[in-house]
T-cell receptor
Framework: DADVTQTPRNRITKTGKRIMLECSQT?????MYWYRQDPGLGLRLIYY???????NKGEISDGYSVSRQAQAKFSLSLESAIPNQTALYFC??????????????FGPGTRLTVL | AQTVTQSQPEMSVQEAETVTLSCTYD???????LFWYKQPPSRQMILVIR??????QNATENRFSVNFQKAAKSFSLKISDSQLGDTAMYFC????????????FGKGMKLTVNP
């Protein structure tokens, strides 16, 4: 089984709809991240969480919110989806220290299309 | 703020040849890590190689090696004996240790290996 899972893998929705993307991990990592990928722009950080009680905005948090329900679960919500939120969304995890510090482990991604 | 620049948006190479992907970064930090991630058509983000800034020796992983020039803030990836499976997007990424501890990505570069 994959260490970092995302649901759904693909989603088509309409402008104005609320949508939630979910991420679960079995790696036991405290740190979790949400990114969006757009062609030619690389990956940009939306939100990150270093533990259950710690939530931080990334560089492009407007229009998004998150919830860290448990160490293993980190959800991303679009309260009112708009077409320019059409993108590939990734969840990632990392360990806080020790060997392998800094390396992030990615889920398979969610392709979101907003019509 | 740290930035990562991949100046070549696209490259192609013949199978079995050697190719070098360039990356430069900007930071005032002295302790940091650098990574190359690969994203094949499956869209999964896969770590290729990592380099700790405090290590002078260049990292190698089988056919993949880096040329890390700390003073020049350059971190290029060399792929030897290119294989069709190396066809992918490649992202250079940076994370500082003790600062924001957020991974910053370049915009990516598409590599195509031709038979």
């Amino acid at each position: 089984d994959a260490d970092v899972t995302q649901t759904p893998r693909n989603r088509i929705t309409k402008t104005g709809k609320r949508i939630m993307l979910e991420c679960s991990q079995t790696k036991g990592h405290d740190r979790m991240y949400w990114y969006r990928q757009d062609p030619g722009l690389g990956l940009r950080l939306i939100y990150y969480s270093f533990d259950v009680k710690d939530i931080n905005k990334g560089e492009i948090s407007d229009g998004y919110s998150v919830s860290r329900q448990a160490q293993a679960k980190f959800s991303l919500s679009l309260e009112s989806a708009i077409p320019n939120q059409t993108a590939l969304y990734f969840c990632a995890t990392s360990a806080p220290g020790g060997y392998g510090w800094g390396e992030q482990f990615f889920g398979p991604g969610t392709r979101l299309t907003v019509l | 703020a740290q930035t990562v620049t991949q100046s070549q948006p696209e490259m192609s190479v013949q199978e079995a040849e050697t190719v070098t992907l360039s990356c430069t970064y900007d930071t005032s930090e002295s302790n940091y890590y650098l990574f190359w991630y690969k994203q094949p058509p499956s869209r999964q983000m896969i770590l290729v190689i990592r380099q700790e800034a405090y290590k002078q020796q260049n990292a190698t992983e089988n056919r993949f090696s880096v040329n890390f020039q700390k003073a020049a803030k350059s971190f290029s990836l060399k792929i030897s004996d290119s294989q069709l499976g190396d066809t992918a997007m490649y992202f250079c990424a940076f994370i500082d240790q003790g600062g924001s501890e957020k991974l910053v990505f370049g915009k990516g570069m598409k590599l195509t290996v031709n038979p």
